[in-house]
């Protein structure tokens, strides 16, 4: 599979000065959207987790945000997580999303040897579920009111080569809450 944008985007790490030139991308109902020092966090701490989709003209057209962690209370629990994944709605329909996921997977699969990698999906957000699946993922549980107590969300994770027997994958049998989240 390759991990090159398509024709006119490029795909580099995402830099601090981005802040400043990202809110095309960012004013989407669907987009979640941090304080400042919560993408510095992220790009000090995770940067090659953190990449920017830049059209012809310098113009962002989508950016990719993760970090690898694990859970306290789950045995093979190292992961790759996706935090944010979004993309310009002019940029949308043309595999970017799905570029810059794959950049997070070869990330957290080569460099990190994560067991898997896992995200946080509006439950409504069919477009984005199935994107998901279609690259692999599945929903490990639903967590009821993830958004703000308004929203559920499912966590969806796809395995990775580590994970050979698929483990990190096997869906919970009920649905949980946020306070029951590690």
Not at 71 to 82: A, L, Q
Not at 86 to 108: D, F, K, N, W, Y
């Amino acid at each position: 599979r390759s991990l090159s944008p398509p024709a006119m985007t490029s795909l580099r790490p995402f830099a601090a000065a981005d802040l400043f030139r990202f809110n095309n991308i960012n004013l989407d109902l669907l987009t979640e959207t941090y304080n400042v020092s919560f993408y510095l966090q992220y790009l000090g701490t995770w940067p090659e987790y953190c990449h920017m989709a830049v059209g012809p003209h310098g113009r962002p057209m989508g950016y990719i945000l993760g970090k690898a962690e694990s859970f306290p209370s789950e045995k093979d629990s190292w992961h790759g997580h996706v935090t944010a994944v979004t993309v310009a709605p002019e940029a949308r329909r043309l595999g970017l999303a799905t570029q810059l996921m794959r950049i997070l997977e070869h990330t957290s699969e080569h460099s990190d040897n994560c067991f898997f990698v896992d995200l946080f999906v509006r439950e409504s957000n069919k477009v984005a579920v199935d994107m998901y699946k279609r690259m692999g993922y599945s929903i490990y549980r639903q967590v009821i009111g993830y958004y703000s107590g308004e929203e559920d969300a499912y966590d969806m994770r796809k395995a990775l080569p580590r994970d050979v027997d698929k483990r990190s994958i096997i869906p919970l049998p009920k649905p949980v809450y946020p306070s029951d989240l590690d």
